[in-house]
């Protein structure tokens, strides 16, 4: 059992035998599975067990595990080049690739993960705005920076904790929070604090309260609302970016956000992540302006090579997306389908490749206020047999279920059989 001898082992080293706390299982009853190496949709565990992946790193993995050609850069630019806090070519051409194909993202600064993107875009806004109160929604994820860490969603929602122990209030006296889908909720805050808002910040597409899309409607106001009380909007699409369609979600709704930020797929696997928007603002990023942000390991060559050939392969792919639609499909009329003949009450919510099968009995999912309407265990039963079934998900109720290019039909169908074969 080299699972469980590495994990446990792993527990007096780390707290919790992790890194991150979602990789603990902690709300489902299965010891977390030490995985040894992945090709493909497919990984494997120190035990020899294979599973069908749709984790996929928690998003970045769109290409599917070890693309060859994503291992190839990170080979020939590691052979050559590993770190020198130097200006590099192959951040010149990521940076150039991502504002040429991406939507209102004039410049770009780097940064190494979506946490920094998205504390660094909020601090650039205060900068530009010289305002202080961001509006963030309640049951979005922005990272785990202290002033984001107040109804933040999945990790921080299914171990119960309402925020984080060692976030002082001064920290978070400035976060204001507001309903997901519910515009009447971001109307009251700014009739009260309206001289203050640097900006509001979204997943334009939800993903870390389960799959919750924003309404058109809905954005569409909050861009009305930032351009009449002159703020920032930023759209996190750390998630949705590269994955509900190659130019993001903002490129689905149509609505134009000041900032973005990216991570997750546009380092290809690699620590990464990166914020960008209009120039005038970037450029009051240091050394050009007064708002400082800095990175030893910003813009690494091997991690821009291994972003560079992701997006590149997507880019040049578009059927790509057609194919994860088409399976998506399938895969989100198949749990309904099953769920109906289980009489399993569910709502499947999806964009694109992201899905979520919340267990409740609501008609719809729209807010946080919904998704909390889940039957928990329930989930952690069902979750317990998808695994064993060779299926590995999110071990929570409140994560998205990503498809990669490398998911066949036949992948979709043996999720389908394990769910069916599921005994509530
Ligand atoms: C994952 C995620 C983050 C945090 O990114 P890290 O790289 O884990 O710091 C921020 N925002 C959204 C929307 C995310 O999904």
Redesign the pocket.
């Known amino acids: 059992m080299r699972n469980l001898d590495i994990f446990n082992e792993s527990k007096q080293y780390m707290p919790g035998g992790v890194n ?1 706390p979602v990789r603990a299982y902690k709300d489902v009853s299965v010891t977390p599975k030490v995985i040894k190496n992945g090709k493909g949709a497919y990984i494997y565990d120190e035990d020899g067990n294979k599973y069908i992946d749709f984790v996929c790193a ?2 970045p993995m769109i290409l599917g595990h070890c693309d060859e050609d994503v291992v190839k850069a990170i080979q020939n630019t590691a052979a050559q080049a590993i770190a020198f806090g130097a200006p590099t070519e192959i951040e010149l051409k990521l940076a150039k690739h991502i504002c040429s194909t991406v939507d209102n993202v004039d410049m770009v600064r780097m940064v ?7 504390m660094s875009a909020v601090k650039l806004a205060r900068g530009y705005t010289e305002k202080n109160k961001i509006i963030k929604f309640a049951g ?5 920076a202290e002033g984001f860490l107040v109804e933040a969603g999945s990790g921080v929602l299914t171990e119960g904790i309402p925020g984080s122990a060692g976030v002082p209030k001064e920290s978070i006296i400035n976060t204001l929070i507001a309903k997901y889908n519910d515009i009447e909720s971001v109307n009251e805050l700014f009739l009260k604090y309206s001289d203050d808002i640097a900006c509001i910040i979204i ?1 334009p597409v ?3 309260m389960g799959v919750i899309p924003a309404q058109k409607e809905f954005l569409v106001e909050l861009r009305n609302l930032c351009d009449k009380y002159k703020c920032l909007l930023i759209f ?5 970016g590269f994955r509900v369609a190659y130019k993001g979600a903002q490129s689905i709704y149509n609505v134009s956000p000041d900032l973005i ?1 990216f ?2 797929i546009m380092g290809g696997g690699l ?3 990166a914020y960008g928007g209009k120039k005038e603002i970037m450029e009051l990023l240091s050394p050009m302006g007064p708002v400082y942000q800095a990175g030893t390991m910003s813009g690494n060559p091997v991690v821009m090579a291994a972003g560079y050939a992701t997006l590149t392969k997507l880019y040049n792919n578009p059927s790509v997306y057609d194919n994860m639609e088409k399976l998506s499909e399938k895969l989100q009329e198949g749990l309904l389908q099953i769920a109906k003949e289980k009489k399993i009450p569910m709502v499947v919510n999806r964009c694109g490749s992201m899905i979520t099968a919340f267990f409740t009995k609501n008609k719809e999912v729209k807010t946080f206020d919904d998704a909390k309407t889940c039957d928990v265990k329930l989930f952690a039963k069902y979750f317990e047999h998808m695994i064993k079934s060779g299926i590995n998900i999110a071990p929570s109720q409140f994560e998205a279920i990503f498809l990669n290019v490398k998911h066949t039909e036949v992948d979709i169908e043996k999720f389908l059989e394990a769910f069916k074969s599921f005994e509530v």
């Open positions: 991150s928690w998003g190494n993960s979506g946490t920094e993107a998205t979005c994820y922005h990272g785990h997943e939800a993903g870390n996190d699409e750390v998630m949705s930020t991570a997750k620590p990464c992540g």
